[in-house]
Every structure is written in structure tokens, then in C-alpha cells.
């Protein structure tokens, strides 16, 4: 079913294109991101219920001008004909209050070249099996009610659970001189998070559902119930690492989150124009082991991360990273770009209309290489099978890791020994960490559920995966 | 525009609905280095909108809701097919029935200022210190905002506020064996000259540490010294305990009149929310749902006193509510920090991320600056992590000093037995 286009932008397309007529007087390039975002989030608990407008909601534009130095923008929610006027007043005058700030504090602006658009029109409307409104609130909020009894009725240990859906509809207009760009697209996820307790421990279980899908992720949902069940009221019997380097098998998931945070955000351009990233220093130069490619991308595949064009104007692409072992290049957005000479990746992305654009990873993730699960299991003398994860966070500047993992399965001589370890932290130096890679396996998995921020804020959809992959990492 | 919602909410049979509008006005600097990368202004408002639904089953009262956002140019018919919505939806959410916010009619107005000198003066601070000569300001996000923020409720309730808040992101770098960097965030109400010089100094100074420091050592059986942001993370962790929301849904286990601490040896914790903490970026007059916030100490020498929460999940386990609190503070310990630092001991004031799992007690992170004092010597020590569970812990000590840090005013420093560390 295609997706349908956003009236609040059709409408003001026109209004928009004059806004940028009259400012282009004053200024050498002027854009405009508009955005309709909207959707719905419908939750289940064991102690309540919840359907609310999406927090990823968000109506708005960006206004971004280039004074022939540097650039400047201006976010805003409303505009008419009788606006417009003030708009270009309160730019022309911000731009001059900024400027004038820095003089006052003996402070430079950083002389950023202006952008060299090509022309581009667009009119995008992606397609879901099921969109978001042919279920009804009633039904959608049954299906999930019956997910959670089903967890209760699967052990008296379960004391919680949370079902949730969440459908998004992502609405893009882009407008410069010489592009006019459009895009709608429905990202949705989904949720299975299972608290047990026995005695006093308590532990916790998620599976998460995620893709450029509609309702039908619902569908997804049904046959994992039991598993997650089972994976809580494992972990009742965990026990605690010694701390140590092991042998170790990550999960697709684990994969992804070392892709990601290890070194995805180690490639974000800006971060080479801050002298914020080791990777810098080895373009060119091998990071991992030979078995290891590495791609991002809105174009290459199909996630929440999956677009047209991004929040700049740029066109989407499939970025090899890593081809072989050798780090190729990173993703950029246009600022980091023209300032370090190359060539935009898209990858500009926003939280909102309301934050500014930054390098972002979209969709990153391992290749799948040759080998079997079991065989990599077999190959094992002591180590640790490393499944699921709660958290991750970048260091691009040294290159350290620290992934935060449910569990590992315990591997003595080849075999799963059925001891389970939780949680998990990985820390380590990244290539050290890559370069260890010995087997890549056959499987591919992406997941997108969650969010990534840059440091501790700017949160975006993203999506992370690969196969099972077979390294050494410290482990504590 | 707020009055139109609420006469399009009044033709609906709903039971009540909550609107609130937020005005946000922003000045934003990006730098890199002492460069300004780019400049951002912000001037947006929204609605926040909730329709609540009554019904009973089973002679037994239930609340269902739904809250939807409105912008401002939404047509007539939108804002009728998003209450038409909301409507229908509501009347699946079967929620046991609690009240809203009771009638007020009051306004919290802070002193005006021009944003844009607010932003200056933040951004000449930071860059005030610069002087240390193997350590510098990598890049720094200044973000200086005014929110005007109004609540209206079907109960008669109509408060607001005006609110300034800072935020400025710091990454700061030094090179000694290599060339390292550290994160900082620090939240104030309007820019503090003064803070904002101190907490960029120390930065300055902290960075330096790192950049001489040497790989973790794998250590065993020594207590761990949480100094700074890691030891608020910590001490967050009881503060969720005591939390009326958590306690509904089984996360938290404390019954009252019980301990919030394990076993372990040494202090005891005593802490209280508070609306107000001087210069915090969270403090509020009134929370989400336009009830006025009040104090509460909640822990009292380790023992759990009282709970705190939003109107509804207070409702739900019986006690008044406080609003749902942004700052706590914590009350002092028994060691100064220089008697912690005495016996063998590592210390850490920077993780990558501090992760506290406020469900299960598991803590843990990567360690980007700690220090180890073997009895004789203090190194500077980077890489590997400190984890362990707050739930079984075999000593538990605060430091004297307290210190405010957003929103937090508790110990400076935590120190912990009980935890395991790896290195190398």
C-alpha cells in the first residue's frame, strides 16, 4: 500500500519556494527542510495501558543561510503569507546579532565554502504491506493485551511485561534554488520486554521488531512471546563474569553494536573536522582483520534508516567503510564535507526541525562472510556465546569500546555448557577488538529499534547488524 | 490557539482533558576549537494535548486517555479528526480511574532577559579558559534557551512559567603519551560566569590526567571511589526506589519502613526530592501535569519513609503526591574525601557511560579517567571498566563534601566495596 503524501507541506510548498526568493537577495544560498512527522505509540503493561501520539512526532522547518562565510539557521513552527515578512526580518537580523556576538568575544567564524547543489527534483512515496490506520486502536491494543497474558501465563516468575507498537509516518520536503525534494516513508517497531524475579533477583528480557513496515510488524511479534519468557527467567541464574580476555561469538545484534559504536561513529566526518577521530589517521590503513567489511547506508538496505534524500538534501548511499580489513572512508554531512574537501555521503541527519544536522550513521553493519554458527561454536575452547545487548557508547577519539551485554552462554570444548553470564561489559581498543575477527558467519541481520545519540543527546533512528562474528574481547 | 482546543475539546463527551503549550525560544553557538562552525536560532510552539475518557466495568472505575500534539497552523478539521481520534482510542486504554491536578491559578515568572546577551555571556565564560598549555577546547555547543510553558485543565487548573536553562557540551582535549579528550555536559539555570570558568578549568586540568595516564590495571580487593557524575548515577538508582510509579509496577521491591541498602557496611543514605535546587536546569514550579511540586524526604538513614510520584501512580499506591521531581538532594557522610583516598583504593571520575540498571542494580562502565593508589602511589589510569550490583554491595560509604551538579546536591564522592574491576 502506498504511503500517502503530507497536506501540511503540499500546502506551504509555495510559501516556502517565495521565502527563499526574497532572502536569496541577501544571502548567497539559502534551503529550507520542512517536516511532517506523525504516528502513533500503543503500549501494554501488566499495569497499564497507553495510546499516544509518537514522540518522534514533530511538524516544522529549518531554515539554513549561507552569508558567503559561514552558515546560519533558524528553526520555527509557523508561517502564513502575512509571516513571511518577519521571518526574513528576524533572520536578517539574527545573522547580524550572531556575528556581532563573536566580534564581542574576540571569537572567528569558520569560513565554510558554499554549497555546489546540482539540480534534483523528487516526488517519493515509499510502500508498506499494511499502513498504520487500517488497524484499529481496539484491535492493535487486543493483539498486544493477548501478547502479555500469554508472557504471565508462562511462568508465575513474570512480575512485568511491556508490549509495545509504534508506527511512523516520515514526511521530507526539501527546497533550495536548485533542488525540490519529497519524501514519504513509515518506519515502525515494535517491543516484547519481560521482567522476571525469583527471590530477590530480578532480571529482564527484550526482543525488538523494527523495519520500513506498517501494522504488519504485529505479525512478527507473535511467535516470539515464549522465548523471551524463557531468556528472563534464565538470566534468574546468571552469574557474574571473571573478569578476563576471552574467546567470544557475537550475536547479529552484538555485531551491530560494535559496528555502530566501536566504530561507526569513529567514521562520522564531523568528527574529523573536530581532530575528534582516530580514524583519521588510518585511511588507507587496515583496522581490521581481512574477513571484515563494513557498510552504511539509507540506500543499501531496507530499515528505519532507509531514505531518499537526507535532512540536507543529499542523496542517500550504501558507504563501504571497511572493504577487507582496510578502513576506505567515513560518512559525512555537507558542513564536514566541504570543509575537509569531499563529498557529501548522506548522511546529514536531524533529531528534528528543531536540532542541527550532523554526520549520523543510518543503516551500518557487517557483511556476512563464509562460515557456519556451529562451526564457530566448535571452534572454541573456552569462551562465550555474547547474545543481545542494553547499551553501547563511542570514544572516536581513542578508540575504546564499551558495550553493555545481556549475557553470554558459556563454550567449554566446543559445546554450550548451559552456564549463562549477565550482564556483560565489553571495553577494549577497537583494533585490536576488529582485527581479532577469525570467522564471519553466512547469517545477516539488521535491528533498528531504540535510538542513537551523538554524546548524550541528537537522537536519531538508526539501524545496526550483521552475522555472528568470532573475536577476542576483554570482557568484565 | 489554546482556547480553540479547548472549546473543540468541550463538544466531545469526554471526562476531562489537560492542554499544555510550550514556547521555546533558543540561541544556539557550535564551535570548533575557538571557530564558530554555526549559529541556530529557535522560535517554536506546540501543543501537548490529553483527553481522558471515564468508564466502569465490573462496578469498578476506570480512566482511559490518549494525548496527541497540535502545531500551530493545524487546520479546524485536523484538530476534530486527532480529538476523534484520541476519543475512540481512549476508550481501550482501561487505566483504574485517578483524579488530575486540582484547580490553581498561578504564574511563575522569571526575571527577562535578552537571550541573546544570555548566550554571549555563556559563550565569553567558556571561553575565558584558555590557558593551560597541553590542554584545549576541542569543540564546545553552547545552547541558551527561554521556555514559557502553560497548563490547562478541565478542573479549572491554569499555571505557567517562564524558565531559562543552559546547556553547554564541552569536549576538551590534552597530549602527553597520546593525544586523549573528555566529555562534559553542564546543565544551569541562566550562564553562571563563574561555574561555567570553574567546571572549564577542571575540565582543562582532568584531561591533562588522562592524557598521562596508563592502561587499568586488572586490580582485586580494593574499594572503588565514585567522584562526580558517576557517584549522582549511583545514588539515582535509590532515588528510583523510592518512586511511586516503580513501586506500582513491581520494579522496586523497598516496602516501606524497610532498608533501600543491602547488608553492607557504612552509611547510611538519607535523601529528599526538591523542586527547587539554586541555578538547577531542572527545577520547576509545577510538573507535566500542572501539579505544584513539593518537598519530600523519602529515605531517612537508609530507611524507605515515604514515596514520591505524579498524581497518578500516587493515587495508585495510596500517598500525596510530590509531582514527578527532577532534583534530589543527598544527605553528607562520615569520610572526607582525602580520608577515602587514604587506604588502597581506585578511583573514577569519568565513564564512558554510566550505566545503571535501575530494575535489576547492575552498574557498570568503561573507564575513560580513574586514578589507582596502591598505598603508595596515585597513577592516572584509562580503559577497562568497574561493574558490580548495587543490591550486593559489602561497603558503603559518602563523602562529607557535597557538591551541586544539575540536578543533584548530595556527596562528591561514593565509596564502594564489593565491585570488580578490569584491567589489563
Known sequence: MKVTNSKYLDDRHDLLRNLISILESDFPYVSILGTDVKGKLFQVTTTGISVNDSRWSERGFVLRVHDGTGYFEFSFNEIDSESLNGIVEFVRKKVAVFRKAMIQNNLEVAKTPIPDEKEWKLSFKDEVKMLPGVLSAEEILGRLSNLKDEAHSLSEEVINVMTLMENVQVSKLFISSKKDLFQSYIWSQGYLYVVARRGKKTKYSMKGFSGLKGAEILDEMDEYVDKVVENARMLLFAERIDPGTYDVICSPDVAGLIAHEAFGHGVEMDMFVKERAKAIEYLGKQVASELVNMHDGAAGVREVSSYVFDDEGCEAKDTVIIDRGILVTGISDVISASILGTKPTGNGKRQSFERKAYARMTNTYFSPGKDDLQEMISSIDYGFLLEDYYSGMEDPKNWGIQCVIAYGREIVKGKLSGRIVSPVMMTGYVPTLLKSISMVSKDFRLSGTGACGKGHKELVKVSAGGPYIKAKARLG | ?424
Open chain 2, 1 to 424: 490557539m489554546i482556547e480553540q482546543i479547548a472549546r473543540q475539546l468541550e463538544r466531545v463527551a469526554i471526562s476531562g482533558w489537560k492542554i499544555k503549550e510550550e514556547n521555546v525560544e533558543s540561541e544556539e553557538y557550535f564551535f570548533v576549537k575557538n571557530k564558530v562552525d554555526l549559529g541556530r536560532s529557535k522560535k517554536v510552539r506546540k501543543y501537548e494535548v490529553t483527553l481522558y475518557k471515564d468508564f466502569e466495568d465490573k462496578n469498578e472505575k476506570y480512566r482511559g486517555s490518549s494525548v496527541f500534539y497540535i502545531s500551530p497552523g493545524m487546520e479546524n478539521a485536523e484538530i476534530i479528526q486527532a480529538i476523534e481520534e484520541s476519543f475512540f482510542a481512549a476508550g481501550f486504554v482501561k487505566n483504574p480511574w485517578y483524579p488530575l491536578a486540582p484547580a490553581v491559578s498561578k504564574r511563575f515568572y522569571s526575571e527577562e532577559y535578552e537571550l541573546s546577551e544570555l548566550a554571549s555571556e555563556a559563550v565569553g565564560a567558556v571561553f575565558s579558559q584558555m590557558k593551560s598549555i597541553n590542554s584545549w577546547l576541542n569543540s564546545i555547543e553552547v545552547f541558551v534557551t527561554r521556555n514559557r510553558d502553560r497548563i490547562l485543565n478541565s478542573e479549572g487548573l491554569d499555571v505557567s512559567l517562564s524558565k531559562y536553562r543552559t546547556y553547554i557540551e564541552s569536549i576538551v582535549s590534552s597530549s602527553g603519551r597520546e593525544e586523549v579528550e573528555l566529555y562534559d555536559q553542564l546543565l544551569l539555570s541562566v550562564p553562571d560566569h563563574d561555574r561555567i570558568s570553574m567546571r572549564i578549568s577542571r575540565l582543562l586540568e582532568m584531561v591533562g590526567e588522562r592524557a598521562n595516564a596508563t592502561a587499568t590495571p586488572a586490580v582485586k580487593g580494593v574499594p572503588v571511589i565514585l567522584t562526580g557524575e558517576p557517584a549522582k548515577e549511583a545514588l539515582k538508582y535509590y532515588l528510583m526506589q523510592s518512586n511511586a510509579h516503580l513501586k506500582y509496577d513491581k520494579i522496586s521491591e523497598v516496602e516501606l519502613d524497610n532498608s533501600v541498602q543491602s547488608e553492607e557496611e557504612g552509611d547510611r543514605i538519607t535523601l529528599e526530592v526538591v523542586p527547587e535546587l539554586e541555578g538547577s536546569y531542572y527545577s520547576l514550579p509545577f510538573d507535566n501535569d500542572g501539579l505544584l511540586m513539593k518537598k519530600r524526604k523519602v529515605i531517612e538513614n537508609g530507611i524507605l519513609i515515604s514515596y514520591w510520584g505524579d498524581i497518578r501512580y500516587s493515587y495508585y499506591i495510596g500517598i500525596e503526591p510530590t509531582g514527578a521531581a527532577m532534583n534530589f538532594s543527598v544527605g553528607e557522610g562520615s569520610l572526607t574525601v582525602e580520608e577515602m583516598r587514604k587506604e588502597p583504593h581506585f578511583e573514577v571520575t569519568h565513564f564512558s557511560a554510566v550505566d545503571v540498571d535501575e530494575t535489576t542494580g547492575d552498574f557498570g562502565g568503561e573507564i575513560r579517567l580513574g586514578w589507582y593508589f596502591d598505598g603508595s602511589k596515585r597513577i592516572p589510569v584509562t580503559g577497562g571498566s568497574v561493574t558490580g550490583n548495587l543490591k550486593s554491595l559489602d561497603s558503603f560509604c559518602l563523602s562529607r563534601e557535597r557538591e551541586l551538579n544539575g540536578d543533584y546536591y548530595g556527596p562528591v564522592s561514593l565509596m564502594m566495596e564489593g565491585m570488580k574491576i578490569s584491567g589489563e
